[in-house]
């Protein structure tokens, strides 16, 4: 199975996982990070059933800047707040086992949402966009999500809203509430 594409494209490759015991291979062309996990998800009739389980992580994940770079800039900087939000909402649940690798995620991702503002075609974003993302995958393959990612859920699966863009306009709600 070779999911080429976001995270629809994603998703399905590990749907099929979860039925069909083969090798799988991910190669996104966004920057949300599922790619890099165990959690999936399937929706149907308005409803969205997700879970984790360790046949659907693809056996290899491929990134190439070059895949992303068709990718029109509003697509690019909510995918890459997509990413971003997964180390927030695990760094809310107190329980990250590895904050630095999260606030490198963060970093990584909002520095290179920063620079393809500032020219779209800069290829050296576009590699530090899936640093960020590779990252980002790690934390959200190994930490618990908090409500914010909830929230998204059940917010996109009720009114069948895009995830990451979803995820952007939540994001400075659930980093005020981390505020001290």
């Known amino acids: 199975i070779v999911s080429l594409g976001g995270g629809a494209a994603t998703g399905l490759g590990k749907a099929l996982r979860l039925e ?35 046949r659907v992580r693809p056996d290899r994940v491929v990134y190439d800047p070059a895949l992303s770079r068709a990718l029109p800039l509003p697509l690019s900087v909510q995918s890459l707040l997509n990413a971003m ?3 927030v909402s695990a760094l809310s649940t107190g329980e990250l086992d590895d904050e630095d690798v999260a606030l490198r995620a ?9 620079a393809l503002v500032l020219d779209p075609h800069d290829e050296d974003a576009r590699r530090l966009a899936l640093e960020a993302t590779a990252l980002a995958g790690r934390v959200l393959d190994t930490g618990a999500l908090g409500a ?26 659930t980093v005020a509430e981390l505020e001290p």
């Open 85 to 87: 939000a997964h180390p």
């Open 106 to 114: 963060i970093t990584r991702a909002y520095d290179a949402a920063r």
């Open 20 to 54: 069909l015991d083969l090798p799988s291979a991910a190669v996104p062309t966004t920057y949300a990070a599922s790619e890099q996990t165990n959690i999936w998800g399937i929706s149907s009739d308005g409803d969205k059933e997700t879970g984790r389980d360790d």
């Open 148 to 173: 914010h990612h909830k929230r998204v859920h059940a917010l996109g699966g009720a009114h069948d809203l895009p995830h990451a863009g979803l995820h952007s306009i939540l994001l400075v709600q």
